[in-house]
């Protein structure tokens, strides 16, 4: 009687655990931790983002920083990947906190720049700094990946960017 109650459970727990993984795949995309997407103010360069759910914004690397102001609004102007020239309004200034006890914290002023990841057009709000250290100049953070996305740090490149042109 046990043994056949126990294997009543166990199936019906495997067909609710297969449901459910039905209705996951119907419901969200998938990404890997590495992805291809577009900046559209690059004449839609493609580049490999990294997508990290543990950094809570998007990151992009950005040199000669300079902040102005012009009619009372903050603006900056910097080249986006070391080689394109940009002007744009300063959406606000984070603080990020220091990586190590000997660093300081640092403000950055934050852009907002228009991206392609798979298929969906968006807004992404990236805060400026020198990336050139690191191994990926564009960083996703989670408050940036799309709502019905889900992120396989086991993958990479899942995707393609194929947004529609307006």
């Known amino acids: 009687m046990f043994l ?3 294997l009543f459970l166990k199936i019906i727990f ?3 655990i297969s449901s459910f993984m039905v209705f ?3 419901q969200y995309k998938v990404s890997g931790w590495l992805e291809p997407i577009k900046i559209a103010e690059l004449n839609d360069l493609a580049l490999i983002a990294k997508v990290d759910t543990g950094a809570d914004y998007s990151s ?3 040199q000669d920083i300079k902040l102005f102001e012009q009619n009372g609004q903050l603006w900056v102007h910097f080249q ?3 080689q394109h020239a940009q002007v744009k309004k300063v959406l606000k200034m984070v603080r990020i906190k220091p990586k190590s006890p000997t660093d300081a914290a640092s403000a950055r002023p934050v852009v907002l720049l228009n991206i392609c990841f798979g ?4 807004q992404v709000a ?3 700094t020198n990336r050139a250290h690191l191994k990926h100049l564009v960083l996703i953070g989670r408050s940036d990946i799309p709502l019905n996305w889900l992120v396989d740090p086991h993958q990479i490149e899942l995707t393609k960017p194929r947004c529609t042109t307006d």
Do not use: D, S, V
């Open 14 to 16: 495997y067909y609710l």
């Open 4 to 6: 056949t109650l126990h």
């Open 80 to 82: 986006l990947l070391g």
């Open 119 to 122: 298929e969906q057009k968006q």
């Open 60 to 62: 992009i690397h950005a």
């Open 24 to 26: 996951a795949q119907a």
């Open 126 to 128: 990236f805060n400026l």
